[in-house]
């Protein structure tokens, strides 16, 4: 399993959802963290410009969790950047 790092504006966007959505969100990082390289790579340019063009994403409850990996099969770390609701990219 990879180690997970949460940025404090993931946690704030987090915490501003309704239980139900976070729970959602919370069940895809547990997937995320059994499998990182779970996400797309197909993220917005204009993601790509403010989280780096490194990112992965997964959908969650309308939402998309940007994260990026580090590290190797050992020992790796996913950082998870931000939630993103999906109608403000588009």
Same mark, same amino acid.
């Given at each position: 399993?990879?180690?997970?790092?949460?940025?404090?504006?993931?946690? %704030?966007?987090? $915490?501003?959802?309704? @239980?139900?959505? @976070?729970?959602?969100?919370? @069940?895809?990082?547990?997937? /995320?963290?059994?499998?990182? !390289?779970?996400?797309?790579?197909?993220?917005?340019? $204009?993601?790509?410009?403010?989280? #780096?063009?490194?990112?992965?994403? /997964? $959908?969650?409850? !309308?939402?998309?969790?940007?994260?990026?990996?580090? !590290? #190797?099969?050992?020992? @790796?770390? /996913?950082?998870?950047?931000?939630?993103?609701? %999906?109608?403000?990219?588009?």
């Amino acid at each position: 399993m990879a180690r997970m790092i949460y940025a404090l504006p993931f946690l %704030q966007d987090l $915490s501003a959802l309704d @239980e139900r959505r @976070e729970a959602l969100v919370w @069940e895809k990082l547990g997937l /995320v963290e059994a499998f990182p !390289g779970v996400g797309s790579s197909l993220v917005e340019p $204009s993601l790509a410009r403010t989280f #780096g063009g490194a990112i992965l994403k /997964v $959908s969650a409850a !309308g939402y998309d969790i940007l994260y990026e990996r580090s !590290g #190797g099969p050992d020992n @790796e770390t /996913v950082h998870v950047l931000g939630l993103v609701p %999906q109608r403000a990219v588009r």
